[in-house]
Structures are given as C-alpha cells and as structure tokens.
C-alpha cells in the first residue's frame, strides 16, 4: 500500500481539488483500492466534490450516522481496529476501486492522542487498501500535516506559477519545508497550470537546471464547473475518452500523467492494473 500525502507550498493552491482529480481518475482508470480523505476538514469541500456520487450510492448512511475519521478515531483509541474497520466507516464513490473517508473538524483543534490514532487509523487501512491518497493541509508549523507526511510513503508537493512560490519551493535552505519533508521521497505537481504562460513547466524546469519531471493539474473550466457540482466522478466519466481535438483533452492526458508517475513511483504496475476500455 502506499499512503500518499498532497501538500502546497502555501494555502490557496488547489491541493484538495487536485486530490479530488487524482483520486476519481485512478478510480475509474485503475483496478486498484483506493481511499481519499482530507483527514483536517475544514470547509468540508472534499466531501462535497464527490456529493451526486455519494449521495447516490450511501443514502442509507446518512440515517444511520457514524462513519468517518471521529468514529475511526475512537475505535483506534479503544483498540479494536481490525482489517476491514476503515472501508465500514467510509462512502463509497467508485465499487470496489474509491472510497471517501469523511475527515474531522477537530483536527483542527487535536487532542492529546488524536494525531497518533489518525496515524493507526491510516497504516491499518494499508491491510485493505493499495493506495492512500490524502490532502494535508497546506504551509507549515501544522502538526496534524506533518505528522501526514511524516507517515507517507510518498509527498506530492503541489506549487503554481506564482513565482514568489516557485521560488519557495526551489529555496536552496528549504526555509519554508517542513522539517519532516527533508528525507521524504517527493515528486512536484504544479496545480491550476496555464500551457500557454511564460513559466510553462519546460521554462522553469530550464530556469532552475531541473531534472525530475513535473507534473501538472491544468485549470479548466468544466472540471471547475463539475466540482462545484459535486459531480468530479462524471466529468472524468464522460471525458474519458475524448479525442485530440476536444477542450478537454489536455486536462485528462496530464491527470492521468500525474496519476501513472504517482502509481509508479509506489511500486504500482500501471499495465497490470489499467482497466480495459469498455469496463
């Protein structure tokens, strides 16, 4: 299993929509179990991302209440969690392949023992699912976050074209990283990218002599659109296979770049695991 935490070099850079877009397209392209979470909920906008699915497909769980990370956390701090505890405490958004763990609001404010049952709630889902794929929240001096990735097996690192956060991100002194971040394996994902702009990713990748690849959520109107819908698994359902010519075309080849690095970089066998079209 790899647990992978998303994390912005500062607040307002998309992370959780860019969560949100790895996550529904590995559902729906993958034959691989998959949970996402934004486990520090804020504004609640993870949940809402996914509403025509979930509400399509849990209904029966909003009378019964219970679910999510406050649950998981009490049932890890009486020690009881078991193989399948996460999956009984998450929505389902795509059978079998995506399932949404609702986050707590009093992450916000965490309480002794809170962080370190969050941590036992995440390795155990490990026994069940192959990818974790959680949205930290942004910038630095947050416990709850670096305790994430701390524990992750992975750090995406999510920056835009603002030059005052490329910048940041390519401090020499790693002033604004996280100590945590320093020995964490990390690949960069440039969020709301624009191809048309002067620091399109081959000119910063020439300006600051790098390397390793960068991969890119581009901004687009439609999926903007869909996600204050609630409805982020449909587009990507309807735009699954749109030709060269198509507006959408663009966004889905770089999420899906993204997402094929990402599974990579795990240890996943993306020819092995990719679903035949048609499925």
């Known amino acids: 299993m790899g647990k992978i935490a998303l994390w912005g070099m500062q607040h307002g850079l998309g992370v959780t929509s860019a969560t949100a877009a790895l996550a529904a397209f590995i559902g729906l392209e993958y ?23 979930i509400n399509q497909y849990n209904r029966q769980f909003f009378a019964i209440g219970g679910l999510g990370l406050d649950s998981l956390e009490r049932v890890a701090k009486s020690s009881k969690l078991e193989r399948n505890s996460v999956k009984n405490y998450t929505l389902m958004v795509e059978r079998n392949r995506l399932d ?14 809170s962080i370190e049952a ?33 524990d992750a097996d992975l750090v995406v ?17 790693r002033k604004h990283w996280p100590e945590v971040l320093d020995e964490k394996p990390h690949l960069l994902l440039m969020t709301q990218y624009d191809p048309m702009s002067k620091y399109k990713i081959k000119n910063i990748a020439n300006k600051y002599k790098l390397k390793a690849p960068i991969l890119t959520i581009p901004y687009n109107t439609s999926f903007k659109d869909h996600l204050n819908d609630g409805d982020i698994k449909g587009f990507f359902a309807r735009n699954r296979f ?9 966004f889905i080849q770089e999420v899906g770049r993204a997402a094929k690095t990402i599974l990579h970089e795990i240890g996943i066998n993306t020819k092995l695991k990719r679903i035949e079209r048609g499925n």
């Open 31 to 53: 034959d691989v179990r998959t949970l996402v979470s934004q486990p520090q909920r804020t504004d609640g906008d993870m949940e809402r991302f996914f509403n025509k699915t």
């Open 100 to 113: 949404l763990l609702w986050g707590s609001e009093r992450l916000n404010r965490p309480q002794k023992g």
């Open 118 to 150: 969050v941590n036992m709630v995440f390795r155990m889902a490990a026994e069940y699912y192959g990818i974790s794929l959680l949205d930290a929240r942004s910038g630095q001096d947050n416990e709850v976050s670096n305790s994430l990735i701390s």
């Open 157 to 173: 690192i999510c920056v835009n074209q603002n030059i005052s956060v490329l910048e940041k991100y390519f401090d020499n002194q």
């Open 242 to 250: 749109v030709g060269s010519s198509h507006e959408n075309h663009y």
